[in-house]
């Protein structure tokens, strides 16, 4: 089983600034690395895929990069709507893996 | 508009069954893997099982592996899950999820709450 580790597990940051979040497998997942936000009692949400193409509808101040086993989820200008848990997930190898997730708080 | 609506949830003593459903629209249901994720009350997420679009491949996670089977009618455009002796780390919030291509989850159900206790 691939493990996902996300670190910080929580991410103090004012809103304007560039958060940073990290993602790293236990082993090479290519780029098969998505990214989800996920709200107080909200299903998640898709933002990226591949590591690095935003899905749908995400503003660009989202963005994903990354291969193999080290990746990064940055927030370029935090938005008071932005402040929620991120998690990432491989879906190159089964069973599919979710990391622990990342907080953003305020 | 793509929705997915889970249903079945509710509390169930140990070593219980439960069948939860998951009705979707506004998207052609045989072509997509679907999915079950579910959340422990505060924690992570956890896949759970996968089905391909005609439903004759599966995959579970080795937690409910031999206790859960995922199904799918698409003649109904739904999604099921029977889950059998269920225990108390079963608790959490199931999600139904569509895959689209690469088991890339980009729609979620509101989800349905288990609770396994006596």
């Known amino acids: 089983e691939i493990v996902m580790t996300q670190s910080p597990a929580t991410l103090s940051v004012s809103p304007g600034e560039r958060a940073t979040l990290s993602c790293r497998a236990s082993?090479?997942?290519?780029?098969?690395l998505a990214w989800y936000q996920q709200k107080p009692g909200q299903a998640p949400r898709l933002l990226i895929f591949?590591?690095?193409t935003r899905a749908t509808g995400i503003p660009a101040r989202f963005s994903g990069g990354g291969s193999g086993t080290e990746f990064t989820l940055t927030i370029s200008s935090l938005q008071s709507e932005d402040f929620a848990v991120y998690y990432c997930q491989q879906y190159n190898n089964w069973p599919l893996t979710f990391g622990g997730g990342t907080k953003v708080e305020i | 508009e793509v929705q997915l609506l889970e249903s079945g949830g509710g509390l169930v003593q140990p070593g219980g069954s439960l069948r939860l459903s998951c009705a979707a629209s506004?998207?052609?249901?045989?072509?997509?893997?679907m999915n079950w994720v579910r959340q422990a009350p505060g924690k992570g997420l956890e896949w759970v099982s996968s089905?391909?679009?005609?439903?004759?491949?599966?995959y579970y996670a080795d937690s409910v592996k031999g206790r859960f089977t995922i199904s799918r009618d698409n003649s109904k455009n739904t999604l099921y899950v029977q889950m059998n002796s269920l225990r108390a780390e079963d608790t959490a919030v199931y999600y139904c999820a569509k895959a689209r291509d690469g088991y890339i989850y980009d729609y979620w159900g509101q989800g349905t709450l288990v609770t396994v206790s006596s």
């Open positions: 082993q090479s997942v290519s780029s098969n």
């Open positions: 506004g998207f052609t249901f045989s072509t997509y893997a």
């Open positions: 089905i391909g679009g005609g439903g004759s491949t599966t």
């Open positions: 591949g590591a690095s």
